[in-house]
């Protein structure tokens, strides 16, 4: 394996990770990178560089991003943020795989991108909810500037220093893994 190709898997799994906070944001930071030719993509995924896919993914990043801001919208996005992030994760590290056989892309991607985007969008759903019963709602535009800019910030890494990506994504899957363990029901 090359580095151009661990690269790749690193940035994928990064914004795979981006996509559990956001769907939109890093879609569009990577559709950015491939227009201004910072990131190449897999072949296949060429035209999420084009000026279209920039236009697109951008509205939709602006409509996400003030959508988690209306009350009880928050909670309903939440509701369908689980599936689309994992479908998003999977094509986002789909995208940004190169030099992989498509058996390996395709189980890398739905295993590392998706799994990892669905593990992050269920702990971010989880954490609205805690916030919503705990404060009647008025906490959730807080927790909605951290998710958008946790997404923001570690989209920009992914595409810059994958290799610190790749760190901050084990470090978050570490913290929810010991999230989950603090609050996993003991066995008697």
Do not use: H
């Not at 989880?126 to 989209?155: D, Q, W, Y």
């Amino acid at each position: 394996m090359s580095i151009e190709t661990i690269l790749s898997i690193f940035l994928g799994i990064g914004l795979a990770a981006s996509v559990g906070f956001r769907v939109f944001v890093p879609l569009f930071v990577l559709s950015l990178a491939a227009y201004f030719q910072v990131w190449e993509l897999n072949e296949s995924w060429i035209w999420i560089g084009s000026l279209p896919a920039v236009i697109v993914l951008g509205v939709a990043t602006v409509v996400e991003i003030f959508a988690y801001y209306i009350p009880f919208v928050d909670n309903l996005l939440d509701t369908i943020a689980i599936p689309l992030a994992a479908i998003a994760g999977t094509a986002i590290m789909v995208s940004t795989a190169i030099d992989l056989s498509p058996v390996f892309t395709w189980a890398l991607a739905i295993i590392a991108g998706g799994g990892t985007a669905a593990a992050i969008a269920g702990t971010t759903s989880a954490t609205r909810l805690a916030s919503t019963s705990t404060t009647a709602g008025i906490g959730n535009p807080v927790v909605s500037t951290i998710e958008t800019g946790t997404s923001v910030f570690l989209s920009i890494i992914s595409i810059f220093l994958p290799i610190v990506a790749i760190i901050l994504v084990s470090i978050i899957c570490f913290m929810i893994f010991r999230i989950y363990k603090k609050f996993k029901p003991s066995k008697p």
